[in-house]
């Protein structure tokens, strides 16, 4: 068991899924007011949006505010809700 993620999750996690601890600081992600996000699964903490299937730490962690493109975004950038 990794953290708190039953087995049966964690042989679905693919290289490069960010799984996050409940103690990382999420509190300045652009992520939670942007119309993209979406919580892909409650259990394993995964965070996912429209332009990434696995948001880069960066942007969650709030040090990137997604406002410019980043490689690998498709062309979509934050947009409030």
């Not at 953290?3 to 939670?32: F, H, N, R, T």
């Not at 696995?54 to 709030?62: D, E, M, Q």
Request: charged residues 30%; proline residues 6%; contains cysteine.
């Amino acid at each position: 068991m990794l953290g708190d993620i039953p087995d049966k999750q964690i042989k679905d996690l693919e290289p490069g899924d960010l799984v996050l601890d409940l103690s990382m600081e999420l509190m300045d992600a652009p992520c939670w007011t942007c119309k993209h996000y979406y919580r892909a699964n409650h259990v394993g903490n995964l965070y996912r949006c429209k332009a990434f299937k696995k948001i880069p730490a960066n942007i969650l962690s709030g040090k990137n505010n997604h406002r410019k493109p980043v490689d690998g975004d498709g062309g979509i950038q934050y947009e409030k809700k």
